[in-house]
């Protein structure tokens, strides 16, 4: 793992992204899950009821999955340094600090940056999500470089 300085964080090509509000990501998340709930109510009438329980189920899953999203949720991720080898500080809301290393296979693209990675230990850990409004545009544009080319 890479030794963290903060007077060496430049030189080393560590990337620094300070993480604002995750703007309106939540509006799709919820869209996606309602459009799922209507297309298995209107699916089969005799599955109607079941299928309303399981999509309400489903948004409640997804709610809870979706908590590090908010900035108010202890989970939420309030900053991240991203190195060129690939090495990765998190940093969430409650001061918690972790080390880990960025996974194969990230989802890139101009409005949605989707980071797995897993911890120090090896356990997976839950994916950051940022949309195009959570950072500052060059500092995502930098973390997406960074994404794009094998680590």
């Avoid at 990501?25 to 005799?46: M, Q």
């Avoid at 309030?78 to 600090?97: C, I």
């Avoid at 911890?119 to 545009?137: C, F, I, K, M, N």
């Amino acid at each position: 793992m890479t030794s963290w300085h903060a007077d060496s964080l430049e030189s080393a090509g560590v990337v620094r992204v300070i993480l604002g509000p995750a703007g309106f990501l939540w509006v799709p998340w919820s869209l996606g899950n309602l459009t799922g709930l209507w297309t298995l109510c209107h699916c089969n009438a005799r599955l109607g009821v079941l299928a309303c329980l399981g999509g309400c189920v489903q948004g409640l899953i997804a709610g809870w999955e979706a908590r590090s999203l908010a900035k108010w949720s202890q989970r939420a991720v309030d900053r991240l340094d991203l190195s060129s080898r690939g090495d990765l500080l998190v940093y969430r809301r409650s001061g918690e600090r972790q080390l880990g290393r960025v996974r194969v296979g990230c989802r890139v693209s101009p409005f949605l940056i989707i980071l797995y990675w897993h911890e120090e230990t090896g356990r997976y850990a839950e994916p950051v999500v940022l949309d195009g409004q959570s950072a500052a545009p060059e500092k995502l544009r930098k973390l997406r470089v960074l994404l794009r080319h094998p680590l």
